[in-house]
């Protein structure tokens, strides 16, 4: 399973992105999607994630302003960042996780900047 992200950018505090998941055409929709980020020096960390049953988590810090969602027909998914603070910068990568989490797959990344 291949994935490739886009939408990322340079965005001014307050703003909105839409970010883009596209996945190869082995993607199944029992795979879980899922939305992860690194800033520099930090850990990567789950920022959302929702099931081939549409169930969604999000992290505490993004909650209220992100949304998660996905379209199987279309193999992709979506992370729609609203209200963005400068603590959001940083590379988002787009994974893809098999029934059981036997395998994850991810994405190049697309560098999101929130400044002034």
């Known amino acids: 399973v291949q994935l490739v992200e886009s939408g990322g950018g340079l965005v001014q505090p307050g703003g909105s992105l839409r970010l883009s998941c596209a996945a190869s055409?082995?993607?199944?929709?029992?795979?879980?999607m899922g939305w992860y980020r690194q800033a520099p020096g930090k850990q990567r960390e789950l920022v959302a994630r929702i099931t081939s049953g549409d169930n969604v988590n999000y992290a505490d810090s993004v909650l209220g302003r992100f949304t998660i969602s996905r379209d199987n027909a279309m193999k992709m998914a979506y992370l729609q960042m609203n209200d963005l603070k400068l603590g959001d910068t940083a590379v988002y990568y787009c994974n893809a996780e098999s029934p059981s989490a036997r395998y994850h797959y991810w994405g190049p990344g697309t560098q999101v900047t929130v400044s002034s």
């Open positions: 055409v082995r993607f199944s929709s029992t795979y879980a």
